[in-house]
């Protein structure tokens, strides 16, 4: 893959690296080529799960991945249009949405469908998980 042209693989599709500020950076730059301006992002841990957090039109944003495997997206106020621009950075459609306790969306990705099944298994019925949505299907 072509890093050039597809940011994701930088960090999502290979492991990130272990600077910090360059996870964030690569991140922040790819947001900002999809006109993201108003977006913020400092990487908190390299380890899996890595862990990027910042602001997004003045409301909290957290990133979680573990390369190759799952990313989630976790935005308040919901924010569609910043997990489509991950669905164009990952280049697949978000498996599941719900609103966490702390009244979040919640995004989630999962490269193999099994993973997706599973955990969309997982949160049915429980009232942690509000207003999951199946998306990939």
Same mark, same amino acid.
């Given at each position: 893959?072509? @890093?050039q042209?597809? #940011?994701? !693989?930088?960090?999502?599709?290979?492991?990130?690296? %272990?600077?910090?500020?360059?996870?964030?950076?690569? =991140?922040?730059?790819?947001?900002?080529?999809?006109?993201? @301006?108003? =977006?913020?992002?400092?990487?908190?841990?390299?380890?899996?799960?890595? /862990?990027?957090?910042g /602001?997004?039109? &003045? &409301?909290?944003?957290? =990133?979680?991945?573990?390369?190759?495997?799952?990313?989630?997206? /976790?935005?308040?106020?919901?924010? #569609?249009?910043?997990?489509?621009?991950?669905?164009?950075?990952?280049?697949?459609?978000?498996?599941?949405?719900f609103?966490?306790?702390? @009244?979040? /969306?919640?995004?989630?990705?999962?490269?193999?469908?099994? !993973?997706?099944? %599973?955990?969309?298994?997982?949160?049915? @019925? %429980?009232?942690?998980? &509000?207003?999951?949505?199946?998306?990939?299907?």
């Open positions: 893959m072509n @890093g042209h597809f #940011p994701a !693989a930088h960090w999502f599709y290979s492991a990130p690296e %272990k600077r910090p500020y360059m996870v964030a950076e690569r =991140l922040r730059n790819s947001l900002w080529e999809l006109r993201f @301006g108003d =977006l913020w992002l400092e990487a908190e841990s390299v380890e899996n799960p890595v /862990t990027v957090s /602001t997004y039109n &003045g &409301g909290p944003v957290k =990133l979680e991945w573990e390369p190759r495997v799952w990313f989630r997206l /976790t935005v308040s106020p919901d924010a #569609p249009h910043l997990a489509h621009a991950f669905k164009i950075l990952l280049r697949f459609k978000p498996a599941l949405s609103v966490n306790q702390a @009244g979040a /969306t919640v995004y989630e990705w999962y490269l193999q469908p099994e !993973a997706a099944n %599973k955990r969309w298994q997982d949160i049915q @019925g %429980k009232p942690a998980f &509000g207003n999951p949505q199946r998306l990939d299907v």
